[in-house]
T-cell receptor
Framework: ELKVEQNPLFLSMQEGKNYTIYCNYSTTSDRLYWYRQDPGKSLESLFV?????AVKQEGRLMASLDTKARLSTLHITAAVHDLSATYFC?????????????FGTGTRLKVLA | GAVVSQHPSRVICKSGTSVKIECRSLDFQATTMFWYRQFPKQSLMLMAT?????????EQGVEKDKFLINHASLTLSTLTVTSAHPEDSSFYIC???????????????FGPGTRLTVL
């Protein structure tokens, strides 16, 4: 059974600080996605990582993918309050004849002013 | 592009009744649609995968007779929660995957979700 684990589950950080969220998965895949979810809302796509070594950056967020280590990271630089949300990684897997996303456990981020 | 809609966005129903949720891909054709469920402060759990014109495939532990899925066309899938009970109260999110020649290179697009409350 595919497992997708995120670390940490909860993160409280001060504005201006840097931190990294980790996403580990247990099966072979070279496609991984990062999403943001605000309370009561659906998912907002952040990054699409489609190959080993892929690195994407948008504003204060940067995501990378190491398919050999089955690890993706989401790095936050100089956090601001607006980044407070829950972040999910999702791994694209092939199972029962279909490609489908399996989500990580989620990381709830709170940025303190 | 790649917009997925859901209807309704919120529904409140009495215990024992059935509720239907619609998921539409508005500007693309979806070979496959997915239904996820999310309980408060938890992750999204895949419930089932549906392909147009065929029976849905349910994940382990999901009752197929309780959660009826119909994928009648390449742009519409419905989830019917039959005989709903308070423990079915949750946030239901659908997702659609576009028809492409290379199925390994598609992205899933997510709907805005439906908040179901069963009294």
């Amino acid at each position: 059974e595919l497992k997708v684990e995120q670390n940490p589950l909860f993160l409280s950080m001060q504005e201006g600080k840097n931190y990294t969220i980790y996403c580990n998965y247990s099966t072979t895949s070279d496609r991984l996605y990062w999403y943001r979810q605000d309370p009561g809302k659906s998912l907002e796509s952040l990054f699409v990582l489609l190959s080993n070594g892929a690195v994407k950056q948008e504003g204060r967020l940067m995501a990378s993918l190491d398919t050999k280590a089955r690890l993706s990271t989401l790095h936050i630089t100089a956090a601001v309050h607006d980044l407070s949300a829950t972040y999910f990684c999702a791994v694209d897997t092939f199972n029962s004849g279909t490609y489908k996303y399996i989500f990580g456990t989620g990381t709830r981020l709170k940025v303190l002013a | 592009g790649a917009v997925v809609s859901q209807h309704p966005s919120r529904v409140i129903c009495k215990s024992g009744t059935s509720v239907k949720i619609e998921c539409r891909s508005l500007d693309f054709q979806a070979t496959t649609m997915f239904w996820y469920r999310q309980f408060p402060k938890q992750s999204l759990m895949l419930m089932a995968t549906s392909n147009e014109g065929s029976k849905a495939t349910y994940e382990q532990g999901v009752e197929k007779d309780k959660f009826l899925i119909n994928h009648a066309s390449l742009t519409l899938s419905t989830l019917t929660v039959t005989s709903a009970h308070p423990e079915d109260s949750s946030f239901y999110i659908c997702s659609a995957r576009e028809v492409m020649l290379d199925p390994t290179n598609n992205e899933q697009f997510f709907g805005p979700g439906t908040r179901l409350t069963v009294l």
